[in-house]
């Protein structure tokens, strides 16, 4: 006897392809991950819970704005003598020669990021954590185009993982604490 598992199919909702929405997060600021992995959830194996990010209170988080339709996802899975790795690899095209993103490149350049994103199926993601990040490239031409193209790379020992909101303020842990005492409601 033998059981067959049927994976994918043809019976599945329509498919939008490219990032929506694309927010970096400083490793730095993130202080850690409910992540499924350490700590399973009731979603699946795969899925962050909102307020699975722990950030402290007031930390910037940087939202790129780029074209529709004019960044790309890719994620392989590769073998070497330390185990499975996933590459992570973002491409997005800004039109002209950009002062602004150049300089906020210049910036950040020692940074490393998680990126928070968003597809056109409406499915959140976040690659990267607070150990370790991707780092951000830049390259401008001028030829039949005038583009700054940034490119957005990392390798980590698990896939990106889903998030159940894009929306921010969900996926934060936000809560009024302290050691002192108090009597009042929310101490």
């Known amino acids: ?19 929506r929405t694309l927010y970096l997060l400083d490793i730095a600021h993130l202080e850690g991950i409910i992540d499924p992995l350490t700590f399973p959830n009731h979603l699946n194996s795969l899925t962050i819970p909102s307020n699975g990010l722990i950030i402290p209170v007031g930390c910037n988080v940087d939202k790129l704005g780029f074209q529709p339709k004019s960044c790309l996802f890719t994620e392989t899975t590769g073998r070497d003598a330390n185990g499975i790795y996933y590459d992570a690899n973002f491409v997005l095209e800004f039109p002209r020669d950009r002062v602004e993103v150049l300089s906020w490149v210049q ?3 020692y ?21 370790m990040g991707l780092e951000v490239q830049s390259s401008r031409s001028v030829a039949s185009r005038n583009a700054v193209t ?36 929310n101490a």
Request: aromatic fraction near 20%; charge should be negative; proline fraction near 1%.
């Open 1 to 19: 006897m033998v059981t067959v598992n049927e994976i994918g199919g043809f019976e599945q909702a329509t498919n939008a392809g490219y990032v």
């Open 111 to 131: 940074r490393e990021y998680a990126a928070i994103w968003e597809d056109y199926n409406g499915t959140a993601y976040l690659t990267g954590c607070h150990e």
């Open 150 to 185: 940034l490119s957005i790379t990392g390798r980590f020992g698990f896939p990106s993982y889903y998030l159940e909101t894009i929306n921010l303020t969900d996926l934060f842990a936000v809560a009024d604490f302290s050691f002192e005492f108090s009597f009042d409601f």
């Open 107 to 109: 910036a950040t350049r």
